[in-house]
């Protein structure tokens, strides 16, 4: 992990790397791939005036992982975390875990009092609700077959101190 880099500010060559992190995971669809990289491209073309913050994670001068957040409208220090995710290579290693920390503390210093993250109840993203859990998010919400029939949203959230 001594070799990774962060960096905030946004390159052109991010979005395409985002839309492959995204795609490696196997979880997500080509629209929800898309929205990811809409966000990129969004942050890219209006930068401080986009609500996306993003967090990258560089290994060896390439894109390993990502973070993205930003202010929930009209709330006074509530944040979406809208996607974390690290390429396949690195999954399982801490990288997501030292991405989502360093993600909290940018979060803290913009005066930010709570986190609110969302996954799908689906089998396939045990993982991923586990990964919250272990980081301290609490479940919060259960929205019965918000995404489709069988397939529920669960909201984390994480009260910063």
């Given amino acids: 992990m ?3 880099s962060y960096r905030q500010e946004i390159r052109p060559s991010d979005p395409e790397a985002v839309s492959q992190i995204v795609r490696s995971s196997g979880f997500f ?12 491209r969004d942050g890219l073309a209006h930068g401080g005036d986009s609500p996306y913050r993003f967090l990258f994670a560089e290994l060896h001068g390439g894109l390993a992982g990502y ?3 930003g202010l929930i409208p009209a709330t006074a220090g509530s944040y979406d975390l809208y996607w974390i995710a690290v390429t396949e290579k690195m999954r399982g290693k801490g990288l997501g875990k030292n991405l989502l920390f ?5 979060i803290r210093n913009l005066c930010g009092r709570r986190i609110y993250a969302e996954t799908s109840s689906r089998d396939q993203y045990l993982p991923t609700r586990l990964f919250y859990e272990k980081c301290g998010y609490l479940a919060e919400a259960f929205l ?3 995404y489709a029939p069988g397939d529920s949203k669960i909201i984390y959230s994480k009260h910063l101190k």
């Fill in 29 to 40: 669809s080509e629209s929800e791939i898309e929205i990811a990289n809409e966000l990129v």
């Fill in 144 to 146: 019965d077959d918000f």
């Fill in 102 to 106: 360093k993600t909290e503390e940018l």
């Fill in 67 to 69: 973070s993205c957040y």
């Fill in 2 to 4: 001594n070799a990774i």
